[in-house]
């Protein structure tokens, strides 16, 4: 069951184009990798959370892993060790777990879901992050990711891996199944005939399931609810 913690910040700290937060929550709690959290942002003038997957969890310390594109998320980064955010989850579905070998693909922040996800994998991990370009990860958090599987790296501009997008270099062989996460318009274009899940983003109010206003229209011309029936989803929910 979601509940409300007081968050501790023990760290939060720039990770190439990112920041890692690690909070305490005083216990240990259980939470299926691909959940998430909503952050509660003390300003005036932002009423609603900010959602963030799991990027890790140890004990009673939570992970997350998250970019600044606005005013919730600059002024997270602006927490210092010992600030006590107001912190509420988990939420969601989270991945369904297979054995055998698992492609691992993120676009971008959406690699955040991914460690945590690979740490749970009963199997071979391979993962394939792609980015604009080299500078937006650091060397750290990528050993964090070899760590636990395999690491190939795609970037726009080439300075690091490959070139090009990540799904370019999707391929199908020998995997049991394939998670995704990254911008909409980079999971739709995932073409493969392996079993494939999918972590979506949408504005999220309630978080729960309430309030409907995180609905995405599935290629079957269903609603959907990103907090409650996702953030997980099939791929052949969302393409064809
Ligand atoms: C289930 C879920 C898990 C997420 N996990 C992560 C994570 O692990 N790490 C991470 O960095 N981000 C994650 N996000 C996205 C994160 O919630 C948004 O980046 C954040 O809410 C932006 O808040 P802000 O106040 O800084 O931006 P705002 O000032 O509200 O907006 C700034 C810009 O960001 C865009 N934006 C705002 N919210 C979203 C959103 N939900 N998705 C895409 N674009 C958005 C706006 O359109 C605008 O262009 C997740 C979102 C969801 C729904
Ligand atoms: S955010 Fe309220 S139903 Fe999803």
Do not use: H
């Not at 959602?51 to 969890?57: C, G, L, Q, T």
């Not at 309430?210 to 052949?236: H, M, N, Q, W």
């Amino acid at each position: 069951m979601p509940e409300i913690y007081s968050g501790e910040v023990l760290e939060n700290r720039s990770a190439g184009e990112l920041f890692l937060l690690t909070v305490s929550i005083g216990k240990s709690i259980d939470i299926i990798p691909g959940q998430f959290f909503l952050i509660r942002i003390d300003r005036e003038d932002t009423v609603l959370r900010r959602a963030f997957s799991i990027f890790d969890k140890n004990d009673d310390r939570l992970s997350f892993l998250y970019r600044v594109v606005g005013k919730g998320t600059g002024w997270l980064s602006e927490r210092k060790t010992g600030y006590e955010l107001n912190i509420f989850g988990p939420l969601g579905n989270g991945f369904s777990l297979v054995e055998g070998r698992s492609l691992l693909v993120g676009g971008g922040t959406g690699m955040a879901p991914l460690y945590y996800l690979g740490k749970n994998i009963n199997g071979d991990v391979d993962f394939l992050l792609g980015a604009q370009r080299k500078t937006f990860w650091s060397e750290e958090l990528l050993s964090r990711y070899r760590d636990i599987g395999n690491l190939e790296l795609v970037t726009e501009d080439g300075s690091s891996g490959k070139k090009g997008l990540v799904t370019q270099y999707i391929k199908n062989a020998c995997y049991t199944k394939v998670y995704a996460c990254g911008p909409m318009e980079m999971l739709k274009s995932i073409d493969i005939d392996v079993p494939a899940e999918v972590s979506l983003e949408s504005v999220i109010a309630c978080g729960f399931g309430a309030c409907r206003g995180c609905i995405v229209e599935t290629v079957s011309g269903e609603y959907k609810r990103v907090c409650k029936d996702g953030p997980i989803f099939d791929l052949r929910e969302i393409s064809i």
